[in-house]
């Protein structure tokens, strides 16, 4: 027993040392990073970590050495963290998730300061769409040493396996590598798309998010679901994978129409319905499109909580999926309604008559549509796809009142008959 004491004693010995070598090494870490913001350095520098990382340990012991190496490599990966975090600003939100983490952040005008908050001194993929003014583009282009914009066709038809296999084209032929990076410029579509590229390509390269739609500032470019529709289905194959920094500047919105704003303003009010009242108070007293800072930053603090809790949506983040169920199938069926209007005719199908009552004035607000040409045909077999199946059923969320919401297994014929509620013929019209 004394042995025993003895050994622990010498653990607790070793690990307080360790500790203190863990902030040294730290400390020095956040020199450097100082020392390369104030001399315009590149912020990575692949050759040297990829000799740091080639270290090994001076032991006979094979295990031991591949421990070592894990071991190691965690300690880099720590430190990379760690300078990110330092690059940051004050308003910056911080996503911590298992597999690494995520930096969003918001400021007006923070497009021109790409060059300081992203690391664009590697080859740098732009992904944009032609609907997107092409300064915000070549704005991040103008900050990169080795740029190529890469221009989709707007609209969702860009989610595609065929513009997905051009995209990873122009890729190769821009000679990308693994310590290379992409950069979606672009709203919900346009960061699917790349996010999706980025994941698959050379196994998963980085990537960054520059939203410049409303929907995508408030929750497409923040979580980490990446996508491309397939066989008619939306979003039907796709990765969960991190940007590396999410740039939300809200000057880009100021050449957004109005409806695309009210589309975003849509997914805001999700958010506002089931996580946050006083989100959902703003949109009912105030005119939510004088009040867009803070409808952004309530949105974002609330996503970033979700998905720090749940990042592969295996409970709460489900919460997130309000109105999309439904939502997703009028989209398919519907192609002259945006994301955000399906989502919001969604939402209308699955809360409680009160809370319907409640919404409408807000839907006449802002215009958004009350009713849509779905067929429940349509719907259910839409419906009968979705990729939230629990057996013969579908995972839906239901909302009986501000922040009250259930998430359980509804039979498809159950979720069509919701329909009737927001069809033309149906009681809201
Ligand atoms: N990954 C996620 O978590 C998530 C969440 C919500 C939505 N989404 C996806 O997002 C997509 C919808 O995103 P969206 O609503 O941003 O649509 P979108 O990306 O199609 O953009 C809408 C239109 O706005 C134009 N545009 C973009 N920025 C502009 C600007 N600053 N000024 C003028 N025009 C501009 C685009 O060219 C496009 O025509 C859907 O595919 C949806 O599935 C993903
Ligand atoms: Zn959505």
């Given at each position: 027993m004394e042995k025993m004491e003895q050994f622990r004693g010498e653990i607790d010995q070793i690990d307080g040392e360790m500790a203190q070598l863990f902030c040294r090494r730290m400390d020095v870490v956040k020199q450097i990073g100082l020392y390369k913001a104030e001399h315009g350095l590149p912020i990575t520098d692949p050759v040297r970590e990829?000799?740091?990382?080639?270290?090994?340990?001076?032991?006979?012991?094979t295990v031991l050495n591949g421990m070592y190496g894990e071991f190691h490599h965690s300690?880099?990966?720590?430190?990379?963290?760690?300078?990110?975090?330092?690059?940051?600003?004050?308003?910056?939100?911080?996503?911590?998730?298992?597999?690494?983490s995520c930096e969003i952040i918001m400021e007006r005008g923070c497009l021109c300061r790409a060059n300081e908050l992203l690391d664009l001194s590697r080859r740098v993929f732009i992904v944009t769409d032609d609907g997107v003014p092409p300064e915000y583009a070549q704005t991040v282009a103008s900050a990169c040493a080795a740029p190529r914009i890469f221009t989709v066709a707007q609209g969702e038809g860009c989610k595609s396996l065929q513009t997905l296999s051009s995209l990873l084209d122009a890729m190769l032929d821009h000679r990308m590598t693994r310590q290379d990076c992409v950069v979606a410029v672009g709203g919900g579509a346009v960061c699917d798309l790349a996010g999706f590229a980025a994941s698959v390509f050379a196994r998963g390269i980085d990537h960054y998010n520059v939203p410049t739609t409303l929907l995508a500032q408030v929750d497409a470019s923040v979580g980490g679901k990446t996508g491309i529709n397939f066989g008619g289905i939306k979003n039907a194959v796709g990765t969960f994978c991190q940007p590396e920094i999410v740039l939300i500047d809200p000057l880009v919105l100021e050449t957004l129409p109005e409806r695309q704003m009210i589309?975003?303003?849509?997914?805001?009010?999700?958010?506002?319905?089931?996580?946050?009242?006083?989100?959902?108070?703003l949109f009912e007293r105030k005119d939510p499109l004088d009040h867009l800072d803070e409808?952004?930053?309530?949105?974002?603090?609330?996503?970033?909580?979700?998905?720090?809790?749940?990042?592969?949506?295996?409970?709460?983040?489900?919460?997130?999926?309000?109105?999309?169920?439904?939502?997703?199938?009028?989209?398919?069926?519907?192609?002259?309604?945006?994301?955000?209007?399906?989502?919001?005719?969604?939402?209308?199908?699955?809360?409680?008559?009160?809370?319907?009552?409640?919404?409408?004035?807000?839907?006449?607000?802002?215009?958004l549509p009350i009713v849509c040409s779905i067929k429940p045909r349509d719907a259910a077999a839409l419906i009968a796809h979705d990729k939230k199946r629990a057996g013969a059923d579908v995972?839906?969320?239901?909302?009986?009142?501000?922040?009250?919401?259930?998430?359980?297994?509804?039979?498809?014929?159950?979720?069509?008959?919701?329909?009737?509620?927001?069809?033309?013929?149906?009681?809201?019209?």
């Open positions: 990829a000799k740091v990382l080639a270290r090994t340990v001076d032991t006979p012991d300690v880099v990966e720590l430190s990379k963290r760690y300078q990110k975090r330092l690059r940051s600003t004050e308003k910056a939100l911080p996503l911590d998730l298992h597999d690494g589309s975003g303003l849509a997914e805001a009010l999700k958010i506002g319905v089931t996580l946050d009242p006083e989100l959902f108070t409808i952004i930053r309530c949105a974002v603090t609330q996503k970033t909580r979700v998905v720090s809790l749940d990042e592969r949506e295996n409970g709460l983040r489900r919460v997130l999926n309000f109105g999309h169920t439904i939502g997703h199938a009028i989209e398919m069926t519907c192609p002259e309604l945006l994301h955000g209007e399906c989502v919001a005719l969604g939402m209308l199908a699955m809360c409680s008559e009160s809370l319907y009552q409640r919404l409408l004035p807000i839907y006449k607000k802002l215009h995972l839906a969320v239901e909302v009986s009142d501000i922040g009250q919401y259930t998430i359980r297994p509804i039979a498809v014929d159950e979720l069509t008959g919701r329909i009737s509620r927001i069809t033309k013929g149906g009681i809201a019209t």
